[in-house]
């Protein structure tokens, strides 16, 4: 597609639900990334995909958090069993080849846990 | 990892005003990123500047990598350009960017 694409644009959740977070990446590009951003604060690394490697999960904050990347385009990012302190917007990014050739962002999800 | 400084924190502007916002970055980076975080929360690129001076409109953007830190100028500033400007400098790896904490912008009429 022509940018990045993101689903949903909101999600509300009720505490101890899992939800599932989707990222359609620019057509070509190799490199995806997940980042979250809460309320103010700057953009955190959530985790990286690039082509077929191991995908690097240095980013997630608990074994709650968990993403997939099927045949090299779409993401979903799972967060089980929900917290409040999960509450943020959660922002895909797609890169041609990695991240020294920039990034195009998505326009987030925002999950808020209730 | 490679820590980003941005400043200011805040700035307010009168329309029409001139502004620089500053990036500096602990280790030397071979690429650099600006963003802008509009309102409703969209981040677009505005520059990739790994050196040496970009433009694009009002908008221009110097990286100075031997001395580790980058500027953005925004000229003749508008309510359009309020948000949040953000800088980015990639891991040598390039796995991941680490993002400034970022300066927020209002301009007002």
């Known amino acids: 597609g022509a940018g990045v694409s993101q689903s949903p644009s909101n999600k509300v959740t009720e505490k101890g639900k899992d939800v599932e977070l989707r990222c359609d990446p620019i057509?070509?590009?190799?490199?995806l990334y997940w980042y979250r951003q809460s309320l103010g604060q700057g953009l955190e690394f959530l985790i990286y995909?690039?082509?077929?490697?191991?995908?690097?999960k240095s980013g997630l904050p608990s074994d709650r958090f968990s993403a997939e990347r099927t045949g090299g385009s779409v993401s979903t990012l799972t967060i089980q069993r929900t917290q409040q302190e999960d509450s943020a917007v959660y922002l895909c990014?797609?890169?041609?080849?990695?991240?020294?050739?920039?990034?195009?962002f998505g326009s987030g999800t925002r999950l808020t846990v209730v | 990892g490679i820590q980003v400084e941005q400043s200011p924190p805040d700035l307010i502007l009168q329309e029409g005003a001139n502004s620089t916002l500053r990036c500096n970055f602990s280790?030397?980076?071979?690429?650099l990123q600006w963003f802008h975080q509009n309102p409703w929360g969209q981040l677009i690129n505005l520059f990739y500047?790994?050196?040496g001076t970009k433009q694009n409109g009002r908008l221009s953007a110097t990286t100075v990598a031997t001395e580790r830190y980058s500027l953005l100028y925004i000229s003749s500033s508008q309510t359009t350009d309020s948000g949040v400007y953000f800088c980015?400098?990639?891991?040598?790896?390039?796995?991941?960017?680490?993002f400034g904490t970022g300066t927020s912008l209002t301009v007002i009429p």
């Open positions: 990014a797609s890169s041609p080849l990695g991240g020294n050739y920039g990034y195009t």
């Open positions: 057509s070509g590009h190799t490199a």
């Open positions: 995909f690039q082509g077929n490697s191991a995908p690097d």
């Open positions: 280790d030397s980076v071979n690429n």
């Open positions: 500047i790994p050196s």
């Open positions: 980015a400098a990639p891991t040598n790896t390039g796995n991941q960017f680490y």
